[in-house]
């Protein structure tokens, strides 16, 4: 499963957690040393080309415009590619996000 953003969702930890309680409890336990609030409800992931409710962010600018309104599977396959949504995504302070839009550049031959 390949989200908008090149993200791999069956390597994503909060993806797995919404498949295994016991990953949850544990990423959960992992989360609470910087934010004592985290609960193993919040692992409810699905991907993002699932349901709205089951999302990890259901506020994502790169998921409503490449699923939502360009009814596309992932970016690498948009012509505005890569767009302002894009670049701010894989310029943020996540090494994982860089790769996933590295995977995105891959795709399209990039």
Same mark, same amino acid.
């Given at each position: 499963m390949l989200a908008p953003c090149g993200l791999t969702c069956t390597e994503c930890e909060i993806f797995e957690a919404a498949q295994d309680p016991k990953k949850a409890e544990e990423l959960?336990?992992? #989360?609470?040393? !910087?934010?004592?609030?985290?609960?193993?409800? #919040? !692992?409810?992931?699905r991907g993002c080309h699932g349901e709205d409710e089951l999302v990890w962010d259901g506020g994502c600018d790169i998921r409503e415009c490449c699923i939502k309104i360009k009814k596309l599977d992932n970016c690498s396959l948009c012509d505005d590619f890569p767009c302002e949504h894009i670049l701010n995504f894989e310029n943020d302070e996540h090494d994982h996000h860089t790769a996933a839009i590295a995977n995105l550049r891959k795709m399209r031959g990039e």
């Open positions: 959960t336990i992992e #989360w609470q040393k !910087f934010d004592k609030n985290a609960k193993p409800e #919040w !692992f409810k992931c």
